[in-house]
C-alpha cells in the first residue's frame, strides 16, 4: 500500500520514527565503549510519485547497528536509503554518557552525566554534527562587584554542537565547556574540594555572555572544527527564569543575513 | 457495555480520566479572580458488580464548575457521586498561578508563577488538601563556612501541602515558604534590589534541613492547619544532582510506623 | 558592568531570557479575549564592543505587554531595541489555548486545548511566524487494508507553523490540521458521538504522510501564506515509538540545498 | 557545620539526594547483565538533635554499588545507616530496561523498552518494592460494539508495583501486563505481524477497568506476591485526556480506610 502512486506530487523532506528507544554502546576516549540507552530518530525523504514508506525498515536498519563509532554513520545512512529506496536519510541519537571526574584537591574519582547528541545526514553530500549538554556553575559578576559580600551563582547547562573536518571527542568538548564556566560540576565533594570549587567560582565570574564568548574563541583556533554553535542556560538564581546567550560560527559575519532555527 | 455486571469480583478505588486541560479562574487573596490552565485528574471507584463508567460523565461535571473557591470541592464531588452511581469520589487539580512580587529596594511589582495544587476526596468523609509548590534561593551554610569568600547558591523548590480545619490562601503558604528560604525570588529586580538580596541571601544561610524545618516549625504554630506535608528540593549549583529534605506533620512521633508514598 | 568594553572582539545573535512563566490575554476569532499562561523567551543581539546586557529590562519591556494581539509584536521588537540598545530583537512566546469544539452529533460543546506558538523577530526586517499543536486522530490505511477486520489508530499532533502576508488566526490553523486527519479529537463524546467518531475514522483511513501532504496542499492554496512547515507526529499504538513525516514549503524545489535545523 | 547541635527539636524522615544519574548494570532473567543508566534518590533520617548530614556520603556509597541484583539493596540500606549514622534509610531507582520480543508471526526479535523501579527501605524493618511501566494496545469494547466498523485503540502504560514474600523478575511483571491487554506491544513488526495484531486487538477489546481487574487476579493467585498497586492509563485516540484505572491489595476489603497517596 505504501508502494501506491501518489497523484498529489508533494515529495517530502523526512518521514519516518522518533522517539525509539536503543540500548548502544559508544566508543570511549580512554579505550573501550560505554553501554547506554539512546533515543532514535531516522528518517528517509520521500519521492512525490510515492504514498508511503515502510517504516519497519527502519527497525532492521537499526538491527544493524553494533556500537557507535566515527565511521558508522555513513553506513547506517547508505543502509536507510537502500532499504528505503531513498535519496536521502537522515539519523539523529541523543543518549546520556559519563565521564568520570576527580574531586579538585581530595582527588575522588566519581561519575558525571551528560548529555550527547549525533546527527548525520546524507544526501548529494554526507554531514555529520556532534553535540553536548554540559551541566555547569555560573557566577554572576554584576551580584560580585555591587554587593559587600556574596554572590548569586547557579548551575547551568553548556550546549555545544559542532560539524568537523577532524574526529573529535565528546570528552573534548566537555572539557572545552568546563574550563570556560566559573567552575565545573563535580558528583563528590568532600569538604577542601567544596572550599576549593566556591573560592574558585568567586574568583572566576561569569556571564553567560562571558562563557559562550570565551567557548568561541577556542573553538574558532581549533582546526578540526569547521562550524560551531553554543548556547549557554544559565537558571539564575535569584529569578524564576532562566538567562540564555547564544553563537554560531556564522555570527562573526553579523551583516549578512543569519538564517534562524525556530528552536532556539 | 459499562453496565453490564461483572464477575470478577473485583472492587476498583480509582477509575476515572487524567491530564485533562481545563480553563478555569481561581478567587485571588486580594479579590476578585485569576484566570489559569489547569491539569485536572478526576475518578471515583466502581463497584465489584460493575464492568465499567461512562468516562464522558466526568467532561460534563467541569462543565458545570465556574471557578476554583473554597466551597465548590465538596459540590463537585457529590456531583461526580451522583452522576457516576459512586461511593466515593476523587478530584485534584494543578495550575500555575501568579502572585505579585515587589522588588526589596525599588519596590518594582512583577508577577511571580507558582504552582498550586487542589486535592479532594468523599468517601464516608470529605478530605480536602491544597498545596503550592514555590521556588526560593537557598545559600549553603556549610560552604559559607569554609570558604574564605563566596558560599554556593541556587534556586530551590519548596512544597507545601496542608490540610486544614479553616480556610487557607495559597498566598499564606506561598509566604511561609518564601520567609523560610535563604531569599524569595523576584521576577524582576535591578541594582539595588539584586545588591540587597545577594548580601541578604549570604547573611541567611540555609540548609535544606533548615528550610524544611523552619517550615514545619510554623505550619505547627498555625491553628488552622490539621497535617502538613514539607519538601525542600534544592538544585545544588556544585552539583547534577538535587539535594531534599521532607517533614511530614506524623513525623514528629517517630517511633511510630511513618506510612510511606511511592512518590517521594 | 554590563556596559563594560569587551575585547574579545565576538558579536552574539541572540542574548536574553527564556523559561519565564507570565499571564497573557489573547484575542479570540470569535470575539473578546481568552486568558492563559505563556512561556516567552526574548533576547537581543549584543555588539562585539559590549561585555553584556541588562536583562532586568526583558522584564520592563514584558510589564509593558496587554495581550496577545496581531500588531503587539513588532512593538515589542521596537520596545526591545531602543531598551536594550541593541539592533536585532527575537521574542517567542508559547501558551494553551482553547477552542470550543461541538460533539459531532449530539452537539454538546466542550473546550480542546491547543498549544501555540508566536515567533517574531526585527532586524533589517521584521518577521513573524505563528504556530499550532493540534491533537488528531490517525487511523492506518495498511493495518486496515491487510486485517479481516479492525485497524490500528491513534492519537497524533498535527504541528503547523506559517508565515502570512495577512493576518490567519489560530482557529484557521487548527481547523486545516483536524480536516485533514482521519478524524478530530473532542473531549466530551456521548455513545452516538463515539460512534460517528470511530467510523468516520475507520472511512478515512491516513498515514502520516498523507496527513502532512493535504496540509501542504491547502495551505499552498492559501494566498495568505508565504512560508509553512507541517509536522506530524503519530503515536503508533502497536509500536513504543512515534511515526512522523515532515513538510516545508521549500521542499517542494528538492533538487535545491534544503536547509536543516537540528530540532527536527 | 552539620554535626551542630540542633535545637528546634524536629526530625525528619527523609534528607537526602535526588535526580542522580548513574551507570548501572542489571541482572538479566535469561542471565547475564544489562547495563543501563539509572536515576537514583536516596536518603536517611535526621536525629532532632542534628543539624544536617553529609551529603557527599550517599555519593561514597553508591560508588561501592556493583549490580542491581536481589540482595544487593539491604546492603546499600545498611551502608547507608552506618555511614549517615542514620537509623533509617529510604533507596530508590528507576531505569529503562530492555526486553526482547519477537515479533508474532515472522518471529523477527526487536528491544523494547519498559521502565523499571525499585524502592528499598529499611528502618526497624526491611521493606522492598519492584515496579514496572510496560506500553501496552487497549481497544474500546464500547467503541467496537457500537460501531458499524471499526474500534477506536490507543498505546496504554500498565504500571504494576509489588512487594515480594519471593524473588520476583521484571520479566515476570512485564510478561502479565502484556497478557492482560488487548495487546502487547512489539519494536519490529512486518505485514502478517500487523495483520495478527490488529485481529487480535480487535478480538480482544479491553477497557482499563478490564485490564487492571485482570492483573489483580493474576498477583492475587501469585503466592510470592504480599501487596501490589496496578495502574493502568489509556492515552485515548478519540480525546486529548487519559483513561485510568487503579487497584491495590487493600482495595479489596474497600469498608476500610483505604490510605490514599498524593500522587496517583
Not at 501518489?6 to 579505550?31: A, E, T
Not at 563528590?188 to 555572555?209: C, M, Q, S
Request: proline share 4%.
Amino acid at each position: 500500500m505504501q508502494n501506491e502512486k501518489d497523484f498529489r506530487n508533494v515529495p517530502l523532506k523526512r518521514v519516518g520514527i522518533k522517539n525509539l528507544s536503543w540500548p548502544v554502546k559508544v566508543l570511549v576516549k580512554g579505550g573501550g565503549y560505554q553501554h547506554t540507552v539512546a533515543q532514535v530518530s531516522c528518517s528517509v525523504d520521500l519521492h512525490r510519485d510515492k504514498r508511503g514508506i515502510h517504516m519497519s525498515r527502519f527497525i532492521e536498519v537499526l538491527n544493524r547497528l553494533e556500537a557507535i563509532t566515527p565511521n558508522v554513520f555513513e553506513t547506517i545512512l547508505d543502509d536507510l536509503m537502500e532499504t528505503l529506496e531513498a535519496r536521502r536519510a537522515h539519523f539523529e541519537i541523543t543518549f546520556p554518557y559519563f565521564v568520570s571526574k576527580e574531586s579538585p584537591v581530595t582527588k575522588k574519582a566519581s561519575p558525571l552525566k551528560v548529555d550527547c547528541v549525533v546527527e548525520a545526514e546524507k544526501g548529494e553530500v554526507f554531514s555529520f554534527r556532534i553535540g553536548v549538554k554540559v551541566p555547569v556553575h555560573t557566577l554572576c559578576p554584576c551580584s560580585k562587584e555591587i554587593s559587600t559580600y556574596g554572590a548569586h551563582n547557579q548551575r547551568a547547562i553548556v550546549e555545544i554542537y559542532v560539524a568537523t573536518r577532524k574526529f573529535v571527542w565528546f570528552e573534548d568538548l566537555v572539557e572545552v565547556a568546563e574550563k570556560n564556566a566559573s567552575s565545573p560540576l563535580f558528583t563528590l565533594l568532600k569538604r577542601p574540594d567544596e572550599k576549593f570549587v566556591t573560592e574558585r567560582a568567586y574568583e572566576n565570574p561569569k556571564f553567560v555572555e562571558d562563557v559562550v564568548r570565551d567557548i568561541a574563541l577556542e573553538l574558532e583556533k581549533d582546526k578540526r572544527i569547521s562550524w560551531y554553535k553554543v548556547l549557554v542556560t544559565s537558571f539564575e538564581s535569584i529569578h524564576n527564569h532562566d538567562a540564555f546567550a547564544c553563537v554560531e560560527k556564522g555570527d562573526f559575519a553579523l551583516g549578512g543575513d543569519v538564517s534562524q532555527t525556530w528552536s532556539t
